[in-house]
Nanobody, 122 residues
Framework: QVQLWESGGGLVQAGDSLRLSCKVR??????MGWFRRTPGKERIFVAF????????TYADSVKGRFTISRDNGEKTVALQMNSLKPEDTGVYYC?????????????????WGPGTQVTVSS
């Protein structure tokens, strides 16, 4: 059984920064991803990190602005979001996937947290 909890969301203005955190409870170290969901749409890929943190990938829309990182000792995965834009608004979810391949599809993730709301005003 794997449980995840996201935190750090909020209401900010365009250009501001936020740092999301995902706490993981489980027996192993997992490859992880962050996704964003907006009303009426599927969750879309934002960022991925491998189990040892050496491989990170990003959606083109956030490349250069967002950074994914992890602390395996604390079992947390963070998403640093800088230069936020209104189109970054949504519910952000962290998820666990099976291996260190670059997983970008929602269906490739097996466990999810409840999500945290990020709202960026213009």
């Amino acid at each position: 059984q794997v449980q995840l909890w996201e935190s750090g969301g909020g209401l900010v203005q365009a250009g501001d920064s936020l740092r999301l955190s995902c706490k993981v409870r489980g027996r192993n170290i997992y490859a992880m991803g962050w996704f964003r969901r907006t009303p009426g749409k599927e969750r879309i890929f934002v960022a991925f990190i491998s189990r040892n943190g050496q491989t990170t990938t990003y959606a083109d829309s956030v490349k250069g602005r967002f950074t994914i990182s992890r602390d395996n000792g604390e079992k947390t995965v963070a998403l640093q979001m800088n230069s936020l834009k209104p189109e970054d608004t949504g519910v952000y979810y962290c998820g666990v996937t099976s291996d260190d391949s670059d997983h970008r599809r929602y269906g490739e993730y097996t466990y999810w947290g409840p999500g945290t709301q990020v709202t960026v005003s213009s």
